[in-house]
């Protein structure tokens, strides 16, 4: 079996999925790995206890793009605690167990909800639609 080529881009892979205290941006075309770099600094972030899973966000601009994110985070963080063990497998045990705590959806919804969470300081009626 040949092994996987390496990738001309592969420290920032690894930045992304390990530089944890960083803040990155991620600029690339369609089908380079934007989702799995995402999902594998989602999961990471989780296990290494950076946050825990009702602070944890994920926007996106359409609800196609949303759920294939929610289902391949749910599938990440389950394969990540079975190869986990100690406190980091609790810890995304603990994540997986209260998955529908992590927002993920579109902008749009993402802002809709702060604004609902918050009318009077964002000065919308409480009732918008």
């Known amino acids: 079996m040949n092994p996987q080529p390496t990738l001309i881009d592969q420290a920032q892979r690894d930045a992304i999925k390990h530089d944890l205290q960083s803040t990155i941006l991620v600029e690339a075309a369609a089908g380079t790995g934007k989702t799995t770099s995402m999902i594998d600094r989602m999961v990471n972030l989780l296990a290494?206890?950076?946050l825990k899973i009702d602070t944890l966000a994920a926007v996106t601009f359409t609800r196609k793009a949303a759920a294939e994110i929610r289902a391949r985070f749910q599938v990440g963080l389950e394969q990540a605690s079975r190869e986990a063990s100690g406190d980091v497998q609790l810890r995304l045990l603990e994540s997986l167990s209260h998955?529908?705590?992590c927002f993920i959806g579109t902008?749009?919804?993402f802002c809709g909800r702060i604004l609902r969470e918050r009318p009077v300081e964002a000065g919308v009626d409480i009732h918008f639609t």
Do not use: A, F, P, V
């Open 107 to 109: 902008i749009h919804s």
């Open 48 to 50: 290494e206890g950076h």
């Open 99 to 101: 998955i529908d705590r």
